[in-house]
Every structure is written in structure tokens, then in C-alpha cells.
């Protein structure tokens, strides 16, 4: 987002109405924001009411720079307040919504729906916040159906391809002898792959990659091996070409973790190699490049190499993310035949894991922790 739509020239004069703030919710010091923040994934937008700092508005994925204007004017009418039926309903929606209270968000993000026009520039805003709560909150029948239905109203939208993908991946979730998946799920693969093949819909390149991740997912779903390897490699085509335009570092880095993660998925980890190195030396103070390096030499069991990148990670790296750079250490160790040192490394990360403040240490993964090491024993 910030490479790629926050530098878009039509946002410049958006730039004063806020006061912006970046926040990095791996480091300690902003453990207590992000959990009042209720944050559930990268990216996330929030709106803060500078009177009493409380969150007005909340925004979970990415948009495009068309839509952009409509969410800052949400945000914006979440703190200053509603005049109309229309706005009060629209503001309701958004507060329970921004401080996570996701399974009453979506009712009232449904009656916001069913009470503002057709036409309304917000609509398509709340139906794909409807969408998202409703899955969520786990009600992921009701999400697919309500995608299935809403999808008509939408057009060729980006809201529409979120509102398909994200309604795939509830049908996904349903029970396997649910009598209504198989058909949600064809109706919403078919729609998520119609609009990622819809060029002019402006998405950019990062949304269209979630989209065949989306639709990667329903093929390993349904079994189709054959159909998730050919969608793996148009997405690897894909994120070349996305790369390969980027007119910064930044903006090509961008595509780093999804490019590492389609050539894993096609075994073929040796693509990885350059664009990684190239990215290490862009981002020298950056603990991802060498932790993506990590793996995919230790996929090419390449382990002396994998063990030096994996040094440069962990001296970079701080917060819950070190956690994952230690489990891929583990990976490594245990491929070069060294149990003893495995078992070095994940007494770090149990260290590592208990040393987070408490709004960052996880229970579930500390034990997760300590039952490897003991497999180990």
C-alpha cells in the first residue's frame, strides 16, 4: 500500500486532512496499541477520534486509490458525527466494526445495506464489510451466501473481487457434507476468477495476486492438484511481469513473499535466489530478504547457506516474528543432521516467546514450542 497506491498523484490532495501515523505491530513498545486496535492482519487502516483517541473506523485489507476517497470520507464521518438516517446507520456499522465486535458489525452492516440506496458510493464499502465480519465472526455460510447474492449489485468492482474471494474462502470452511458448498463454492471460484481476469478493473497487483491465492485454495480444496499447479504457475508469470514493471525497490519487494511462496509451491525454489540477494542488498536493515532466503536455500538443502542467512534474519528481527525465523532454524538444523542444534534453537525461541509483553506472548505457541522440543528429547 504504501509503495503502490499511497504515492498514487491523485491522493496528494488527501495528504493534510489527517494526521498519519505508521504503526509497526511486530515491536514491543506498540504491543498495547495493536491490541486495542483490535488488529487482525496486514494491512490494517485505522481512524482514531483525536478527542478521546477512540477507534471510529477500521478498514482490514487493502484498497485502490479509486476507492480510497470513499473510505477517508467514512473515516472522517465516524468522527465528526452523522446528520442523516443514512450516515447514523453508516457510523454504527463502522464503530462496532472498528473495535472488532465483528458478529454484531455484521447485523447492523446488513441493515446499513438493506437501508441506503442502490446507487449510494458507500454501499459497496459496507457489503464487503458485511462479507468479512460475517466470516470473521465464523458464520461462513452466511458469508458465502450473502456474497453469492450481493456479487450482482457490484458489477466489475474491486469491492466485487473482494467480496468474491472472500466469500470462496468461507464456502472453503464449510463441513464438506454441507448440501450448499459445492455449488457456493463454483459460483464464487467461477466470479473470483472472471474479475482477476478483468484487467480494467483497477486492482493493483498485490489484491490480483490474493485473488489467484484465492482461487489456489478452492483447487486444493476440490482435490484438483492439476488445476492448483497450473493457477500456481499463471501466478508465478503474473507476479514476474508485476515485478518486473515496478518502478522502485520498494514497489518490487512488494511481491517478494508471494513470488517465494509460488516457487516453493512449483519446487522450484532456485527463482528465488537473485530477487531475494537483489533484496537484501536494497534493504539492508530489513530482516525479511534473508529470512525468505533462509528458505528457500533450505528447500535446495543448500544448509550452510541457509544457516548464514538465517543468522542475518535473526540479528535484524524483534517482536513474534523471530518466533517464525527460529521454527525455519529448526527446519534447517534438523536437515543437516544436527538434533543437538535444533534443540538449541528452540530453547531461543521458547526464551524469545516468554520475553514478549504480555499483549504479544501466546500461550498456544509457547507450548506449541516446548512439545517439539520434547519430540526432540
Request: net charge neutral; hydrophobic share 40%.
Amino acid at each position: 500500500m504504501r509503495a503502490n497506491v499511497f504515492t498514487d498523484e491523485s491522493l496528494k490532495e488527501y495528504a493534510g486532512r489527517f494526521v498519519w501515523l505508521s504503526m509497526d505491530g511486530e515491536k514491543a513498545r506498540n504491543a498495547p496499541l495493536r491490541k486495542r486496535l483490535a488488529l487482525v492482519g496486514y494491512p490494517s487502516f485505522f481512524v482514531i477520534d483525536p478527542a478521546d483517541e477512540r477507534v471510529a473506523f477500521r478498514w482490514v485489507g487493502g484498497f485502490s486509490a479509486r476507492q480510497a476517497p470513499h473510505l477517508f470520507d467514512a473515516g472522517e464521518l465516524a468522527v465528526r458525527g452523522a446528520k442523516t438516517e443514512v450516515e447514523r446507520s453508516m457510523v454504527r456499522a463502522d464503530s462496532l466494526f472498528a473495535t472488532g465486535k465483528d458478529s454484531l458489525a455484521a447485523i447492523a452492516y446488513d441493515e446499513m445495506v438493506g437501508a441506503i440506496p442502490a446507487d449510494h458510493p458507500h454501499r459497496a464499502r459496507a457489503i464487503e464489510s458485511l462479507v468479512f465480519a460475517l466470516s470473521q465472526s465464523e458464520q461462513y455460510e452466511n458469508a458465502a451466501e450473502r456474497a453469492v447474492v450481493e456479487l450482482r449489485s457490484l458489477g466489475r468492482t474491486p469491492s466485487a473481487a473482494s467480496v468474491a474471494a472472500t466469500g470462496l474462502g468461507a464456502a472453503i470452511e464449510l463441513p464438506k457434507e454441507n448440501p450448499k458448498r459445492t455449488e457456493m463454492m463454483h459460483t464464487l471460484e467461477t466470479a473470483t476468477a472472471e474479475l482477476l481476469a478483468d484487467t480494467s478493473i483497477a486492482m493493483s497487483g498485490d489484491d490480483r495476486s490474493g485473488l489467484y491465492i484465492s482461487l489456489m485454495d478452492a483447487r486444493d480444496a476440490a482435490g484438483d492438484s492439476v488445476g492448483q499447479k497450473r493457477l500456481t504457475r499463471e501466478w508465478a508469470t503474473f507476479l514476474e511481469g508485476a515485478a518486473a514493471r515496478a518502478k522502485t525497490p520498494e514497489q518490487r519487494a512488494v511481491y517478494d513473499s508471494h513470488r517465494l511462496s509460488a516457487y516453493l509451491e512449483l519446487k522450484e525454489p532456485e527463482r528465488a535466489i537473485p530477487m531475494l540477494q537483489q533484496s537484501e542488498k536494497d534493504f539492508p536493515g530489513d530482516y525479511n530478504p534473508p529470512a525468505r532466503l533462509a528458505v528457500a536455500y533450505r528447500d535446495l538443502q543448500r544448509w550452510d547457506e541457509a544457516l548464514a542467512a538465517s543468522d542475518r534474519a535473526l540479528s535484524k528481527a524483534y517482536g513474534p516474528r523471530q518466533l517464525n525465523l527460529y521454527r525455519a532454524r529448526v527446519d534447517i538444523l534438523l536437515g543437516r543432521g544436527d538434533k543437538q542444534g535444533a534443540r538449541g534453537a528452540l530453547e531461543k525461541a521458547i526464551a524469545a516467546a516468554e520475553a514478549l509483553p504480555e499483549d504479544q506472548r501466546s500461550k498456544s505457541t509457547i507450548d506449541a514450542l516446548k512439545k517439539r522440543l520434547d519430540g526432540l528429547k
